[in-house]
């Protein structure tokens, strides 16, 4: 990244980087490459050696909802490449780290391998499989108090057809979350808007007391995300 110093001489601003187009690159790769050079979080990401930017959007969600709290069970589905991972294990104290509060547990799930973390502990599996709620409860030693997940299905390049990919796996993990979550317990998800999470979000209102749709500031403004966040898992009641 270029700086230079301004005229007025107020201190120094960053220089928007223009990428230029190169033999065998495909123009949305140019623009992709263009956007992360000139975005500040991926800047903030790298100086504050977070593993994506994606890092802010859980901390800014934290910020306004207080669910990673120290002693906290956490699960993060989809969890590569750690951003998330690495919040939560400050957040809820799983290095133990903060003398005086309870030491959480921070427990990955992602179908590809991963590099190891300080403070989670991690497992390549598919959450979908069956027992996989009766094994991450294993892992854990009880039931979590938090489940999050980032995931994203595979881009067709098909907004609409992209928008139900995300909301069905968002709901695969919502109904996870039913299995393993505490009653009190929470369940943070990105989405993408589009029309067709009206039932994701009736699900998730008789199951949880409360049910928030948040864009953090992170969150790119020509993004279609958001993210759910619901507090006060019911579990058995929700059922009666």
């Not at 994506?52 to 909802?65: C, M, N, Q, T």
């Not at 294990?89 to 391998?113: P, S, Y």
Request: proline content about 2%.
């Amino acid at each position: 990244m270029t700086n230079k110093k301004n005229s007025s001489g107020r201190g120094q601003r960053d220089l928007f980087v223009k990428v230029k187009s190169a033999r065998g690159r495909k123009l949305s790769s140019t623009r992709w490459l263009q956007r992360q050079l000139n975005d500040p979080y991926v800047k903030r990401a790298q100086a504050e050696g977070y593993r994506g930017r994606a890092a802010f959007k859980i901390l800014e969600l934290d910020e306004k909802f207080r669910f990673l709290v120290p002693g906290a069970r956490v699960v993060d589905l989809g969890c590569a490449p750690g951003g998330w991972l690495q919040v939560a294990v400050k957040r809820v104290n799983a290095l133990g780290e903060r003398g005086g509060k309870a030491v959480g547990t921070v427990l990955g799930i992602d179908l590809q391998e991963m590099e190891p973390l300080a403070g989670t502990e991690l497992h390549q599996i598919d959450f979908m499989v069956d027992d996989a709620d009766a094994q991450v409860k294993e892992w854990l030693g009880g039931k979590a108090d938090v489940v999050m997940s980032d995931m994203a299905a595979s881009s067709s390049g098909h907004k609409q057809t992209d928008h139900l990919r995300i909301i069905s796996l968002c709901e695969a993990a919502a109904y996870f979350s039913f299995d393993v979550l505490e009653d009190g317990g929470t369940f943070v998800a990105k989405v993408l808007a589009g029309g067709a999470e009206g039932d994701l979000q009736k699900l998730l209102k008789q199951k949880f007391t409360k049910v928030f749709n948040v864009k953090p500031p992170s969150s790119r403004s020509d993004s279609s995300e958001k993210f759910v966040v619901a507090t006060g898992f019911r579990g058995s009641e929700a059922d009666e």
